[in-house]
């Protein structure tokens, strides 16, 4: 989903740290245990709390947290600036505004906070609802990898949805109706290795009447060992062009091991 760039200079570097937990054992091929709290990263963040680097496009910012990559793309166009991907944010900004309103303050959790209840950072996600979902996309616009093309298994991640997502689903927009008991929405986590999809978990933000309003933890181990992790989304609420509703999650705490070669 495209969004338009605010009119403000934003900062060009963000300082990205990483932090990694590695259990050992005898084996001389032991698992290296890995667990990713974003706020635990020192990431640029401008006044609306999200990441500097965002809308950068000469060239496009990497985004990688530790041995972690995610996606991320950015262009300029007469209309303004867009992404879609991921992009860290410590935004706090989840009141409910007008439905004219919300897109300018798409940057924030629901719960205001990162998954363990403080204001340091999560990651928000934005699919492309032009994505094609009968295949493997080429180029998936939600990817998750590790930098070297390491295969790794993931175990858990924290989700919920963000602010942007929540209310329009609650109240409706001018391109869609408010969510009743029969309304869903969710997102796929698809593994790959050589090719080949290796399994999908399918996660709610919506069913049964019952919208997400806080962080909740995701089963990944079904996905097994992987090249990589790459997102979709689906909605009842979806039309001609994809999805109405915002194409919208957050996510922090992923947890993944991967062999010590």
């Known amino acids: ?16 740290s990483a932090m990694s937990i590695s259990l050992s054992s005898c084996d001389d091929k032991s698992d290296n245990w890995f667990f990713l709290q974003v706020g635990s990263y020192q990431v640029s963040y401008n006044a609306d709390g999200y990441w500097t680097d965002c809308y950068k496009t000469n060239p496009v910012a990497t985004l990688n947290l530790g041995p972690v990559l995610f996606s991320h793309s950015a262009e300029d166009s007469e209309w303004g600036g867009s992404w879609k991907g991921f992009c860290p944010s410590q935004s706090t900004d989840n009141k409910e505004y007008p439905s004219s309103e919300r897109w300018m303050h798409q940057w924030a959790s629901v719960t205001g906070t990162d998954a363990n209840g403080f204001e340091s950072g999560y990651m928000l996600a934005c699919w492309d609802v032009q994505e094609p979902i009968d295949k493997i996309p080429a180029d998936p616009c939600l990817k998750i990898s590790l930098i070297g093309g390491n295969t790794f298994t993931p175990a858990t991640i924290d989700i919920t949805n963000s602010a942007y997502a929540y209310y329009t689903m609650l109240k409706g927009s001018d391109y869609s109706d408010p969510f009743d008991a029969l309304s869903e929405t969710a997102v796929h986590f698809i593994g790959v290795k050589n090719g080949v999809k290796t399994g999908t978990v399918k996660a709610y933000l919506a069913k049964n009447g019952s919208i997400v309003d806080k962080w909740v933890t995701v089963d990944l181990t079904g996905l097994g060992n992987v090249d990589y992790i790459y997102c979709q989304m689906e909605s009842t609420d979806t039309g001609m062009y994809g999805m109405n509703v915002p194409a919208y999650f957050c996510m922090d705490n992923l947890m993944l091991s991967y062999d010590n070669d």
């Open 1 to 16: 989903m495209n969004l338009s760039k605010k009119l403000s200079a934003f900062a060009s570097v963000a300082i990205i």
